[in-house]
């Protein structure tokens, strides 16, 4: 099963920012805020991307990119950079369907 198809279909353009420096090219995945169902997200604010409240966010990604050997890597999306808390692969079988992350915005300090 390959799903490659709906992330260049509905993803948005991220990058992987290595620990030594390097980025992956391009591809299409997702980040959306973390959504919760007891109302803590009351006081939060509104992203381009959707609603916010605490800063974490959730990652989709195609199997290529596995975040789960890379959770000092940072994405990026435009001038966004999310780094990792927690990386899973998400399988059928033995095949990885994509990985899913857990992360938080980077605030740097100028």
């Known amino acids: 099963m390959n799903i490659k198809q709906e992330f260049d279909r509905f993803g948005r353009p991220l990058i992987i920012e290595f620990p ?3 980025q992956s090219p ?3 995945g ?3 805020p973390l959504r919760y169902k007891n109302k803590m997200y ?3 604010v ?3 991307i ?3 409240s605490q ?3 959730l990652y989709i990604g195609p199997p290529e990119y596995d975040l ?3 959770e000092e890597a940072l994405i990026l999306d435009g001038d966004i950079k999310y780094q990792i808390d927690r990386a899973e692969k998400i399988k059928i079988g033995n095949d990885v369907l994509y990985v899913w992350a857990v992360v938080r915005t980077v605030v740097e300090i100028t």
Do not use: A, H, P, R
């Open 20 to 22: 030594d420096g390097s």
């Open 26 to 28: 391009s591809f299409n």
């Open 30 to 32: 997702f980040v959306q």
């Open 42 to 44: 009351l006081y939060g």
């Open 46 to 48: 509104n992203t381009e």
């Open 50 to 52: 959707g609603y916010n």
């Open 55 to 57: 800063g974490y966010y």
């Open 68 to 70: 789960t050997q890379n």
